[in-house]
């Protein structure tokens, strides 16, 4: 429990859904300006391996996280979960923007079909987005220190990165949020679809960072931007900017702990 915070009080709604509120930037995709690219900079950018699943992810992501907020049944929550569901989709319209500013086609997706147990997808997406951000931070940093992009594209997608940090602060909390408010005798119940949806997202992260090592971007993306990086450093970079950018927000919001907790546990086995 956080000084003068009673975690799943109505304070602690308040704050949580406050928070996420009045820290969104308001600015629209289809105002934004983008930077003009030399060639390799633009053939760097053409080549990256990921904007197949990176436009798909976001624009699911978006219709879950929209769809959870249908569910909830508090006007506030509600509110902050829709304002999550538009972020997702913004991303979702950035990264398309993206594509067509600098002519990189991704083979179509047709949008998969919203799962029909909706709280489920919304527990594994938001895992999920636990483990992609913490690496993502890292990688994010790296790229902008390394001049691997330009800084004006950088700066882009600055925002970007923010909100996924928002995410994350914003479900940890509304899941001690909603634990809290579980009566005691569906708390198991709770925990173990809680267990599930983290081992299950973590499985599935493993098996895609697997499958992209032989395309040498999830595994060893860090070599990417710093080739003599090593995976040590990657770590701590990521704990580093993890820091960073949580740090910005109330000291009595819980904090996402599994993932850094596992970083840290690594870099200790890590030589
Ligand atoms: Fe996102
Ligand atoms: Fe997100």
Not at 60 to 73: I, P, R
Not at 228 to 236: A, G, I, Y
Not at 252 to 269: E, F, G, N
């Amino acid at each position: 429990m956080k000084p003068d915070l009673t975690i799943g009080s109505t304070a602690h709604k308040e704050l949580l859904c406050r928070e996420f509120i009045d820290t969104h930037e308001p600015y629209e995709v289809a105002t934004l300006r983008w930077p003009e690219l030399d060639t390799s900079s633009l053939e760097r950018l053409q080549t990256l391996p990921f904007w197949d699943e990176a436009v798909s992810t976001e624009h699911a992501t978006a219709a879950k996280v929209k769809a959870q907020a249908a569910l909830e049944h508090d006007a506030l929550m509600r509110q902050a979960v829709a304002l999550q569901g538009y972020e997702e989709e913004r991303h979702s319209a950035l990264i398309n923007a993206l594509l067509t500013q600098y002519q990189i086609t991704v083979p179509p997706r047709p949008p998969a079909p919203l799962p029909p147990n909706i709280e489920w997808a919304f527990l594994r997406t938001e895992y999920g987005e636990c483990f992609d951000s913490f690496f993502a931070f890292g990688l994010f940093a790296l790229a902008k220190d390394s001049g691997f992009f330009p800084p004006a594209l950088v700066t882009r997608f600055e925002p970007v990165m923010q909100e996924e940090a928002r995410h994350i602060l914003f479900f940890v909390n509304w899941l001690a949020y909603r634990r809290a408010q579980t009566p005691l005798w569906r708390r198991p119940e709770l925990l173990l679809r809680r267990l599930l949806a983290m081992t299950v997202q973590a499985w599935s992260r493993l098996q895609t960072a697997r499958g992209m090592a032989t395309d040498d971007f999830t595994m060893k993306g860090h070599e990417s931007f710093s080739a003599d990086l090593s995976p040590r450093d990657f770590l701590h970079r990521c704990l580093q900017e993890n820091e960073r950018r949580l740090s910005q927000y109330d000291r009595r919001l819980l904090r996402p702990r599994l993932v850094p907790t596992i970083a840290q546990t690594l870099l200790r086995v890590l030589r």
